[in-house]
């Protein structure tokens, strides 16, 4: 089975509903700026995120979340299944757009006869709504993980006040989908150029992201959870190499890194799985790397669709050219996201 574990979805009755765009609108929050414009020459409507204001982050286009659509280019690229997730907006959505996601992501797995599996998406602050809202999509809609962003505001995944959240997340034996939006929680060094801001800016935040979280007692908390990185976790091989040093092999006078005799190492084996997000853009070298730096069993193929339809289109056969052997890209371009999410 093939499974692109990054599909994307917006409810376009947003794009069509005056009163719900501006509901949509005036949520967004953390120095963030949103607004509505038509498209020159396309009759369409997009939705443009950007912080700081000027700097545009995240798109969202009116047509690329038609589900008759989605379900026609799945079946040109030859792949099986897609996992719908929410495209950057989690760091600020009320609790009542957040169910308006969820009803609209179950009803496209509904039409899809189960092609396009959602995951849940609720704010992470453990109020009893909140909670309530997370049971009712693991309970009645079938949604077996949950998709959260890296930071909300400054605050990241490890922070006290998302711990109520995470107990819950992992009462339910929920696994975790962290995205990443295209810049860290300290952004002004980032802002400058395009690129740099949505693609590096991306690989800091996960840097920083997956550091506080094996670093921390997250995962002692709650240990039968399973957090999936957007995005290749960043600069997978820092972190997987250069993060945890380990002893030194000599006596030294001063120690200048943490070292725990492999737990910290063991944690991010056990609890850090990374989903590349459209295989083209890193190449061939990288992910033939990352399979050897970090194993083809922590690694899950997605696409980040519709951002680039060609990294649907043309992903499998990309993974399927790799230099590893037919049972790591069997594991890449299914199997891990089978085992995590169904």
Request: with cysteine.
């Amino acid at each position: 089975m093939i499974i692109d574990a990054n599909m994307y979805y917006v409810p376009e009755k947003i794009f069509t509903d005056d009163a719900l765009m501006k509901q949509f609108l005036s949520e967004v929050q953390f120095g963030w700026h949103g607004y509505c414009e038509e498209v020159p020459g396309t009759g369409k409507k997009q939705v443009v995120l950007e912080k700081p204001a000027g700097s545009q982050n995240l798109n969202y286009l009116q047509g690329d979340y038609v589900v008759e659509t989605q379900l026609a280019d799945l079946d040109a690229a030859g792949v099986d299944k897609a996992l719908l997730k929410v495209p950057g907006c989690h760091e600020w959505m009320s609790l009542e757009s957040c169910r308006m996601f969820n009803d609209g992501m179950y009803e496209h797995f509904q039409k899809s006869k189960g092609r396009l599996i959602p995951l849940a998406v609720v704010p992470p602050y453990g109020t009893s709504e909140s909670l309530k809202e997370l049971e009712r999509c693991h309970e009645e809609l079938g949604m077996t993980a949950v998709q959260v962003s890296a930071h909300y505001g400054e605050a990241y995944l490890d922070d006290p006040k998302f711990a109520a959240f995470f107990a819950k997340v992992n009462e339910l034996k929920m696994n975790v989908y962290v995205h990443h939006t295209p810049i860290p929680a300290e952004y002004h060094s980032f802002i400058a150029y395009n690129n740099v801001r949505r693609s590096y800016g991306r690989i800091v935040d996960q840097g920083l992201a997956v550091g506080r979280e094996v670093f921390s007692d997250l995962f002692e908390r709650c240990p039968d959870i399973k957090f999936v990185h957007s995005m290749m976790g960043g600069g997978f091989f820092a972190i997987a190499s250069l993060m945890f040093p380990g002893h030194a092999k000599g006596k030294e006078e001063v120690s200048r890194f943490q070292s725990d005799n492999g737990q910290i190492r063991e944690r991010f084996k056990e609890h850090i799985y990374f989903e590349m997000s459209h295989a083209q853009p890193w190449g061939k070298d990288a992910l033939e790397f990352a399979v050897k730096v970090v194993g083809a069993d922590h690694i899950i193929w997605g696409t980040s669709y519709p951002v680039r339809k060609e990294w649907l289109s043309g992903g499998p056969d990309f993974v399927r050219g790799l230099a590893v052997s037919q049972e790591e890209k069997d594991l890449m371009l299914g199997g891990n996201a089978e085992r995590l999410y169904f």
